[in-house]
């Protein structure tokens, strides 16, 4: 079994930064990808980033040059870093990792979600 554990959602003012970080464990032989999608209240989940194994990234336009995602692929964690935050980017993030268990079955995992609250 595999599981996300997302961390660092919270409340913060226009302008200011967060970082959400995700761990990923149980029986995982590779992790192909891993990334942040957001949901927003009547809004669909949306991709805000993603980072391959070789290390290749992509980003939403609304987030690019303001958000960065990074990976160590020893502890198997990805890290969001979110400077510059605006109220639209108020929403329920979720981690996602598609990824190789021992046994080479191919999952798409996802966090419980966590939140991110933008507002003065």
């Known amino acids: 079994q595999v599981q996300l554990v997302e961390s660092g959602g919270g409340l913060v003012q226009p302008g200011g930064s967060l970082r959400l970080s995700c761990a990923a464990s149980g029986s995982i032989f590779k992790i192909n990808a891993m990334g942040w999608y957001r949901q927003a209240p009547g809004k669909e989940r949306e991709l805000v980033t993603a980072?391959?194994?070789?290390?290749?990234?992509n980003y939403a336009d609304s987030v690019k040059g303001r958000f960065t995602i990074s990976a160590d692929k020893a502890k198997n964690t990805v890290t969001l870093q979110m400077n510059s935050l605006k109220p639209e980017d108020t929403a329920v993030y979720y981690c996602?990792?598609?990824?190789?268990?021992?046994?080479?079955?191919?999952?798409?995992?996802w966090g419980q979600g966590t939140l991110v609250t933008v507002s003065s």
């Open positions: 980072i391959t194994s070789g290390g290749s990234t």
């Open positions: 996602n990792a598609g990824l190789y268990t021992r046994f080479y079955n191919y999952f798409e995992v």
